[in-house]
C-alpha cells in the first residue's frame, strides 16, 4: 500500500476473485505403431507422422489423423484374408479415428518401430585389402545406406599424398589426400602414411557386400510382438514431453498392446495420477479364458485402470471390415459420456454405453500372424458374470437383440471393494484433484492466516458445491482452520485443507420383488 505524505486518495485493487477453472473433460494420450512407408490420402505425399518417433503430436480432427499418419493399415495374406489380431495392425490409429468422430483434440506418440516388418537391406564393408610398394592403413570406414550399392572400390595412388577413388559401378569419385577424412556421399574413409611413404600405383581395394535380413521384428507372431512391445515400453518409459506441462491429458491407452499397462500406469504417477488408463484384454481369449487371465500377473490392479473385452469388428476408413481393440470403443463411449453428461456419469449402460462405428464383438481362433478366424461373442449372462465379478473387474462389451452392442460394466482394476473400484468415481476424483491443484495455486506466497484460509476453503466449497448440484456428490466438507492447520505446520510455511467427499454411485444392480397376495388382502 502506498503511503501518502500529503492529502490525497489512494486506490488499490485486490484480487480475491479466484475461483477453480474447468478442465476440458476428454483429451486422451495415445501411443501408437504404425508402418514407416505410410501415405497421405492422394497416394503420393509421405505421410509425416509415420516417419518420426518420440515426438507428440496434437490430432485436433479426422483430416489432421489422416493427414499426419495416413488410413489405418491392417494385414492381410496373399489371398486376401484378414490377419486378425497381428501385432503389426495399426490399432492405434483406429482407435484415433474412432474417438475423433466425437472428440476434437487427443495427443499423439508413435513408438520408435517399423510395422511394415519389411526386409531389411544393409550394405557392410569388408576389411580393406591393400597391394604396393609403400604402407599404411585405411581406417574409419563408412557406408552411407542410403546410396551404397553391392560394388568394389579401388583407391589408388597417384602419389605420395593423392589417391584416385573409383567404383565398379559408381565410377570415378575424385581424389583422397593422405591424412584427410575422405567422404563422397557412398563410402567414407580416412588414409595414414606408415613407415614407407606411398608410391604411384599403390593400391586399397574395398569390397561393399549387400546383407538382406528379413522379418526383421521376428520370425513369428510372438516374437514380432516382443519387439513391438520392447519399442513402446522404451517410448512410454523415457519421453520427458508427454512428462511435461506442455500436454494436459486425462486418458492414456495404447489400443492393441496390453502388455504396456504397467508402463502407463508409471506415467500416470509421473503425472501426479492425474489421468486414468483404458486398457484391452488379449485378443484371442475366450471369455472363460479371459476370466482367468485376469488373475494373472500379466493383469495389472490399480484404481487408474480399467479393462475391456471383447475385441470388434469395424470398418476402417477405406471400408474394409477390420478387427480392432476395445480400448477404442471404450474411449469413444467415454467421450459421448462426457458430450451429454459428465465425468462423473458412468460411460456405461444403454443410455451413454451404446457403441456405434461397429458391427460385431469376438474373439479369434488360431495362429496370430496369419489369417485367423472370427467368433462372435455376444456375451450372455454367464459370461457377463464371470468377467465381471469381484477380483476379475473386466469390463464387458455384450450385444444385446433389439437394443445393440453395449459398454455394460465401469469397474476399475482395483484389488480392494472401494468408492474407487467404479471408473465413473475416479473420473470424478481426478477431474478434482487436478482443478483445486491447479486453482490452489494463485495461493502460493500468501500470508498463512485465517483470511488466506477462509478465502481458499471460500473458493473449494463453491466448486465442489457446483459439482454436488449437477449429481456428482451427494455431500462434502472443506476443512481450513486452526484444526488442521497447527503452528507446527504454519512454522514450516505449510496450509493444509482437507476435503472429505461422497462420490455419486451408479445404479449397477435393481431388484425388485414381487409379492402377489390374495384378492381380499388390503394393499396401503
Known amino acids: 500500500m502506498p503511503t501518502l505524505v500529503s492529502p ?28 514407416a512407408d505410410k501415405k497421405k490420402t492422394d497416394g503420393i505425399t509421405d505421410a509425416p507422422g509415420a516417419l518420426e518417433h518420440s515426438l507428440v503430436r496434437t490430432i485436433t480432427s479426422l483430416n489432421s489423423s489422416v ?31 474412432q474417438f475423433l468422430t466425437i472428440g476434437n483434440r487427443a495427443y499423439v506418440v508413435r513408438a520408435d518401430v517399423d510395422a511394415a516388418d519389411a526386409d531389411v537391406i544393409t550394405f557392410i564393408a569388408a576389411s580393406p585389402t591393400f597391394s604396393g610398394v609403400g604402407n599404411g592403413t585405411m581406417t ?6 542410403l546410396t551404397a550399392q553391392a560394388e568394389t572400390w579401388t583407391i589408388v595412388a597417384t602419389n605420395a599424398t593423392t589417391f584416385s577413388v573409383n567404383g565398379f559401378v559408381s565410377g570415378p569419385q575424385g581424389t583422397a589426400t593422405v591424412g584427410v577424412p575422405y567422404n563422397n556421399g557412398i563410402i567414407s574413409f580416412t588414409l595414414t602414411v606408415g613407415g614407407t611413404p606411398f608410391q604411384a600405383l599403390d593400391t586399397f581395394t574395398l569390397v561393399i557386400t549387400q546383407t538382406t535380413v528379413s522379418n526383421p521384428l521376428g520370425a513369428n507372431d510372438a516374437a514380432k510382438r516382443v519387439s513391438i512391445v520392447t519399442a513402446l515400453q522404451g517410448e512410454i518409459n523415457s519421453n520427458q514431453d508427454i512428462r511435461s506441462d506442455y500436454y494436459e491429458y486425462n486418458l492414456i491407452l495404447c489400443p492393441g498392446y496390453h ?45 487408474n485402470v480399467g479393462y475391456y473385452y471383447p475385441w470388434s469388428v469395424a470398418s476402417n476408413l477405406d471400408g474394409v471390415n477390420v478387427f480392432v481393440a476395445p480400448s477404442g470403443l471404450a474411449l469413444k463411449t467415454y467421450a459421448y459420456n462426457d458430450n451429454v453428461a459428465e465425468v462423473w456419469f458412468p460411460p456405461a449402460g444403454f443410455r451413454r454405453g451404446v457403441v456405434t462405428g461397429i ?67 475416479m473420473r470424478l476424483l481426478i477431474k478434482m484433484k487436478r482443478e483445486i491443484r491447479k486453482a490452489a495455486m494463485a495461493y502460493l506466497f500468501e500470508l498463512n492466516d485465517r483470511i488466506t484460509r477462509d478465502s481458499i476453503k471460500q ?51 435393481i431388484y425388485i420383488p414381487i409379492r402377489v397376495v390374495s384378492t381380499g388382502a388390503k394393499l396401503h
Open 359 to 425: 458391427s460385431d464383438v469376438g474373439y479369434v481362433t488360431g495362429t496370430l500372424g496369419t489369417a485367423t478366424t472370427f467368433v462372435s461373442t455376444p456375451l450372455n449372462q454367464g459370461q457377463r458374470d464371470v468377467l465381471y465379478e469381484f477380483f476379475k473387474n473386466i469390463n464387458p462389451i455384450p450385444f444385446f437383440p433389439g437394443r445393440g452392442i453395449v459398454i455394460f460394466g465401469q469397474k476399475t482394476s482395483y484389488s480392494l471393494t472401494s468408492a474407487l473400484d467404479r471408473i465413473n468415481v
Open 67 to 97: 493427414d499426419t499418419y495416413g488410413v489405418p493399415y491392417f494385414r492381410t495374406d496373399n489371398t486376401g484374408a484378414q490377419l486378425h489380431g497381428d501385432c503389426r495392425n495399426e490399432y492405434g490409429l483406429f482407435a484415433l479415428n
Open 8 to 35: 490525497g486518495v489512494s486506490v488499490t485493487i485486490v484480487d480475491e476473485s479466484f475461483y477453480v477453472a474447468v478442465t476440458a473433460p476428454t483429451v486422451p494420450l495415445f501411443f501408437v505403431v504404425t508402418r
Open 259 to 303: 502388455e504396456v499397462v504397467d508402463e502407463l500406469l508409471n506415467l500416470n504417477q509421473s503425472i501426479n495420477d492425474e489421468a486414468f488408463v483404458i486398457a484391452d484384454t488379449p485378443s484371442n481369449k475366450t471369455p472363460e479364458d479371459t476370466a482367468i487371465w485376469s488373475l494373472t500377473i500379466a493383469r495389472y490392479r490399480s484404481p
Open 459 to 509: 473458493m473449494i466449497d463453491d466448486y465442489l458445491n457446483d459439482i454436488m448440484v449437477r449429481r456428482g456428490l451427494y455431500d462434502f466438507l472443506v476443512i481450513c482452520d486452526e484444526q488442521n492447520n497447527t503452528p507446527v505446520r504454519i512454522d514450516r510455511n505449510e496450509l493444509w485443507v482437507d476435503i472429505l467427499v461422497k462420490p455419486a454411485k451408479a445404479v449397477e444392480f
Open 140 to 145: 574409419g570406414i563408412g557406408v552411407n545406406q
